[in-house]
């Protein structure tokens, strides 16, 4: 009875996890398309490495390349800007490195290392003047040395957003866990009390479908009395919040994976007990002998 409790338990509260952290990577998601969240770092980042805060030089440049910006930016012929209407989420290297190199080329008749040198920022002008006589005038070394600066800088944007991902997680989670009232702490207890809550889950749900909401809904959360009252019981829930929260950043994969192996943990049942030996030799022995 003891093991099959934790196993309820266990399994009750993976499932809430795992569709929470299904629920909140979903709105991270739309957030992230309706925002441009990943665009728009990409575009930060680019002005930042070509010290083009207003994206009027080198970054518009680099963006009007079709292999940058397939799409392209149409041109504004009130005050000859182009503004960038369509922004790529994500830049291929070597693409990055053709389209900055026939950006600093767009004059034939100016030798590349004289180009370099005409850039006003000190900092741009650095790099590439260091990639450039690295590469010993070969055009297709300093390709690569400006795809190999441009990739570095990526990795590092990509720390950047994902630490930042993280945060907007966990804050959805905070806010979803409040207003579903998901008190981690009150979860243990009613299931530890009642494991036949947890009875009904059988697998990890495919998707977040109208099944998988109905058996959220059937554990132990939500709301009976609200606003709540600011006293011992509240602290303990507010510490049952942040944990609800806090384990969505495991994200939904590990939940449901973790879920699924209790379920089958469960479905094994329970090890047989080993017979005793002097019942064993009191009963026949009635299995085909051979010939």
Known sequence: MFGSTVLEVAIGLTFCYGTLALVVSTLQEALA????????????AVKRMLDDPRCEALAQSLYDHP???????????????????????????????????????????????AAIEALPDEQVKRVLLALYRQSSGDLQRF??????????????????????????????????????????????????QNPALAAQIKAAPTALDAEALRRLWAMPIGWSTFPPQLDTAFALQLAGWLITAGTTLFGAPFWFDLLQRAVQLRSTGAKPQAQPQALARAVPDTSPTQS
């Open 143 to 192: 390709q690569d040395g400006i795809a190999g600066w441009f990739n570095s800088a990526m990795e590092r944007l990509s720390g950047v957003y994902k630490r930042r991902q993280l945060l907007i997680s966990f804050l959805l989670a905070l806010l979803l866990t409040i207003l579903l009232n998901i008190d981690s702490i009150h979860l243990f207890q009613t299931l530890w």
């Open 33 to 44: 398309a309706a925002f441009s969240l990943r665009a728009n770092m990409l575009l930060d």
């Open 67 to 113: 292999l940058v910006n397939p799409q392209g930016a149409k041109h504004d012929g009130k005050n000859g800007r182009r503004p960038l209407s369509v922004r790529p989420s994500y830049i291929e290297p070597a693409h990055f490195a053709i389209a900055l190199l026939e950006s600093l080329r767009s004059n034939p008749a100016i030798p590349l290392q």
